[in-house]
């Protein structure tokens, strides 16, 4: 299955905890990104047949709904078997959603974060609960009843008893897909940049332990298994036939192409991708968006276990043709309990999930190092 990415971003206030290549612009700017998007995406000349379109960002749910369709109406397959489309809540409009549906949007990833106001505030967001349930009842009249509800375990002062209120909101609002991410410290955010040097702004001295976040992560898996929403991948949580299926072809490696700031591209043998910043892109794709930009070849063994490991189903897996510092690694990986083996496929542990991103790190050039 084959898709496309196209990134918006754009958005009306930059979220503190937000590390995505995304901000606020001047309409002006906004305008010479739309026109170069159009032309990059007019130029393409498609190896393949899309099924799934996700348009992220960024708050790609601001734009007018005829800026929505210049973007898409040079990518082929329409009806796509997937189009979502991502949105702050608040953004919604019911004339703009049904122009969407027309479009072909069928599904809309909710940027939630957290049901709590204080917690909300704290990062810049506008919305509150009352606010999600108007769209989420919004969506279902207008016929899209796939979205996506995302929440962020850890921010600024958040409690074991504030998470239990979001948590509540996901049990009254049903949706039928939710995303679980643990807050990211990373210098590429305001907050995270303001953890890392000790500061207090943008409530950074109010974020709790990593074993607490850990704790609310694990108590968020139980909760949505519980409602028949179980895990599917590390972050995301869904109903039978509700998985994405846009997402589900990054850690499947099926091909895609990404038009937009920061969007990237794989083909099966080679990865590429656009500049970061909005006023770079404009200037590559006026250039033609010439693919030798940021393009390396790809690593099929390691990112099997990168993307394929992230998926609860797990990956098969034929130890006898690995290369040995490979093997070697998920060995001492199984022997912490990190990983597990039932002899033919290997998935993480409940313990592992938690520590995923050291465990990957550990795969990183095991396809070509020494023993």
Same mark, same amino acid.
């Given at each position: ?169 996901? !049990?009254?609002?049903?949706? =039928?897909? &939710?995303?679980?991410?643990?807050? #990211?410290?990373?210098? +590429?955010?305001? @907050? ?125 897996? !034929?130890?006898?043709?690995? =290369?040995? &510092?490979?093997?070697?690694?998920? #060995?001492?990986?199984? +022997?912490?309990? @990190? ?33």
């Amino acid at each position: 299955m084959a898709g496309v990415y196209i990134s918006w971003p754009f958005c009306a206030q930059k979220c503190t905890y937000c590390n995505f290549a995304s901000g606020v612009e001047k309409p002006e700017i906004q305008k010479k990104y739309l026109d170069a998007l159009c032309l990059h995406l007019s130029r393409q000349e498609w190896p393949f047949l899309p099924e799934t379109v996700y348009i992220g960002g960024g708050t790609p749910s601001l734009l007018r709904p005829e800026e929505l369709a210049r973007i898409v109406e040079s990518i082929p397959g329409r009806p796509w078997r997937e189009f979502t489309m991502e949105a702050a809540p608040g953004s919604l409009q019911p004339q703009w959603v049904n122009e969407w549906v027309r479009l072909g949007v069928n599904r809309v990833s909710l940027g939630v974060q957290s049901f709590v106001e204080k917690e909300l505030r704290q990062t810049g967001r506008r919305h509150n609960a009352r606010t999600v349930a108007e769209d989420c009842e919004l969506l279902r009249r207008a016929g899209i009843g796939n979205f996506n509800l995302d929440l962020i375990a850890g921010l600024p002062f958040q409690t074991e008893e504030s998470w239990e209120e979001s948590l509540a909101w996901l !049990d009254r609002l049903q949706p =039928p897909h &939710a995303s679980i991410y643990m807050l #990211e410290v990373d210098e +590429d955010s305001r @907050l995270g940049l303001e953890i890392l040097g000790q500061g207090s702004r943008y409530g950074a001295g109010a974020v709790a332990p990593d074993e607490d976040i850990t704790a609310r992560y694990e108590r968020a898996a139980t909760f949505l298994g519980d409602l028949g929403i179980p895990r599917y991948e590390i972050s995301n949580f869904a109903r039978p036939g509700f998985r994405s299926l846009h997402n589900l072809k990054y850690w499947r490696m099926e091909p895609y192409l990404g038009f937009g700031v920061d969007a990237h591209s794989f083909d099966g043998a080679m990865r590429w991708g656009s500049p970061e910043e909005v006023r770079d892109y404009v200037t590559y794709v006026r250039r033609g968006a010439p693919r030798e930009v940021a393009v390396e070849k790809s690593r099929p063994l390691e990112e099997r276990f990168l993307t394929g490991l992230r998926l609860d189903e797990g990956l098969p897996v !034929d130890f006898a043709a690995l =290369p040995e &510092a490979l093997r070697s690694r998920i #060995e001492t990986a199984i +022997d912490h309990q @990190l990983l597990v083996w039932n002899g033919k496929v290997l998935r993480f542990s409940s313990r592992g999930i938690l520590v995923s991103n050291e465990v990957f790190e550990g795969f990183l050039g095991a396809d070509s190092a020494e023993s």
